[in-house]
């Protein structure tokens, strides 16, 4: 009789991690730099980036919950279904800008995104998920005290960004871009590098 041989999720989750970063990182730089040189690439390239980037912080964040759940039980759970529903959102509006980027509207529309108004999943959950996810880091000791610090600083720029950005229309006023450039220039990108390095080790 064979035996199974049990397949250890964070081999997939760390690698995430870090794609996770490196897709937060270039949404940035797409959304910021690469839009004001040229509008219709910047949006098609952040849309893919946020796309890509929800898939793979998607899987990241479950493999962070698989690591606190032990101790975390059902508050790992709680912080898992709010993270995964967050990058599930933001799929949803890369997909929905990389789409209007290809192909773009007859009549172009400042309406909020129906399926992520003013950034409530790709900001607003996935700023509470973070909260939550370095609550219960910061009670592991197994794990570094600092990565559960940059994640509550992480979880309180998108919830900001997510208030800013419900009653600022203009993503340049700067109480939009400040907490903006530094989430997605250095802040997020840093967090989710930074777990893929605690992933990568066994529990």
Not at 108 to 125: A, I, K, Y
Not at 156 to 172: C, Q
Not at 186 to 192: E, K
Request: charged share 10%; with cysteine; proline share 6%.
């Amino acid at each position: 009789m064979h035996s199974v041989k049990t397949v250890s999720y964070r081999h997939t989750a760390y690698p995430s991690s870090w794609l996770a970063g490196i897709c937060g990182f270039l949404y940035s730089v797409s959304f910021v730099l690469i839009a004001k040189a040229s509008p219709n690439l910047g949006a098609g390239l952040s849309g893919f980036f946020l796309l890509a980037g929800g898939i793979f912080g998607a899987s990241a964040l479950l493999g962070l919950y698989l690591r606190l759940e032990p101790a975390g039980g059902g508050y790992a759970l709680w912080a898992a279904i709010f993270g995964i529903a967050g990058a599930l959102v933001a799929m949803l509006h890369g997909g929905y800008d990389l789409a209007n980027a290809i192909h773009p509207p007859d009549q172009p529309t400042t309406l909020p995104s129906e399926v992520d108004p003013r950034g409530l999943g790709t900001f607003g959950l996935s700023g509470i998920a973070i909260l939550a996810f370095a609550y219960l880091m910061g009670r592991d000791a197994n794990l570094p005290l600092n990565l559960s610090y940059l994640g509550y600083l992480s979880g309180v720029l998108l919830v900001l960004i997510y208030l800013a950005r419900l009653v600022i229309l203009s993503p340049s006023n700067p109480l939009v871009l400040v907490p903006a450039a530094l989430e997605g220039f250095v802040v997020n990108p840093a967090w989710y590098i930074w777990l893929g390095f605690v992933l990568r080790r066994a529990a």
